[in-house]
């Protein structure tokens, strides 16, 4: 069980509100955990002793003209937020699978994850992750070796378990989310993932299918050691970003052998599938 610790909101007013999904994918940039959408903008939401005492400026300083982006913010005490994410966390379908989390009714439909979130990313509303699983389950796993960068809640390296993976190890930064992720698997059912808080340079093996849905910045820092770690003929699936950075992304992984093979884009965001 979560601590009931203190968390610091920053709210973001957006104008015009159309430009929403640059001000997202500039804020995923930042050490956030979560956010949430609304009507004028967005809130970003991360722990109070974890906070950088110059964060609410950075973010204000978007690298981008034709938006204004005005904020504040606000210390929330703690609280029960597992109960908090239960209230607001509603079961949805994406790609003929249903997510949702133990507190629903079993799905009328025959593929479903069971995935209670907690606070970590990765429950399957967000455009990236929907994003992710709809490539992932086009790909063959079956008897292929998956590493999921990044796992959050561990419900792409279930999924991929679920599609016939042989072996699939999930890692994350975030202590909470390793263990997140191995009450996930748990509850669907799946014994055999590993999830660990191991870097991406702490592997020597390579893997047929490597999943990384993170940022722009990490990918860019990963990306020349995701390419020594595919196996012939591997497939790397990057989501996380925006449009616009599609270029530098594309760019990078050509430099290091990566060739683009097909791309999908939802609400601004967008997922590449390379091969090597």
């Not at 913010?73 to 109960?83: D, F, I, K, L």
């Not at 599609?163 to 989310?177: F, K, M, P, R």
């Not at 020597?204 to 940022?215: G, M, Q, V």
């Not at 992984?253 to 090597?276: P, Q, S």
Request: proline letters at 3%.
């Amino acid at each position: 069980m979560l601590k009931l610790r203190a968390y610091s909101a920053y709210h973001f007013t957006i104008f015009p509100i159309d430009k929403i999904e640059i001000v997202s994918a500039w804020l995923s940039t930042f050490s956030f955990e979560s956010f949430v959408q609304h009507d004028n903008g967005i809130s970003a939401y991360i722990p109070a002793d974890q906070a950088p005492v110059n964060l609410l400026e950075d973010c204000l300083a978007i690298p981008f003209t034709g938006i204004e982006l005005s904020g504040n913010v606000e210390t929330m005490a703690g609280q029960n937020w597992n109960a908090i994410w239960e209230a607001q966390f509603h079961p949805i379908s994406v790609a003929h699978w249903t997510v949702r989390a133990s507190f629903h009714k079993p799905a009328t439909t025959q593929n479903e994850l069971i995935i209670d979130p907690q606070m970590s990313f990765g429950t399957g509303h967000h455009a990236t992750t929907q994003l992710m699983f709809e490539q992932l389950i086009k790909l063959d796993c079956k008897r292929a070796s998956v590493l999921d960068v990044g796992t959050g809640t561990g419900v792409l390296a279930i999924l991929a378990k679920k599609l016939g993976a042989a072996t699939v190890l999930g890692i994350d930064i975030e202590d909470w989310c390793v263990e997140n992720a191995k009450e996930n698997a748990l509850k669907n059912d799946v014994l055999d993932i590993s999830f660990s808080n191991d870097g991406v340079g702490s592997f020597t093996s390579s893997f047929d299918i490597l999943l990384a849905n993170i940022n722009r910045n990490v990918l860019c820092e990963h990306i020349p050691q995701y390419a020594t770690m595919l196996s012939k003929d591997g497939v790397l699936l990057l989501s996380g970003f925006h449009y616009d950075d599609i270029v530098v992304l594309r760019d990078l992984a050509l430099k290091h052998g990566l060739r683009l093979d097909a791309k999908a884009e939802k609400e601004g965001w967008v997922c590449l599938k390379f091969i090597i």
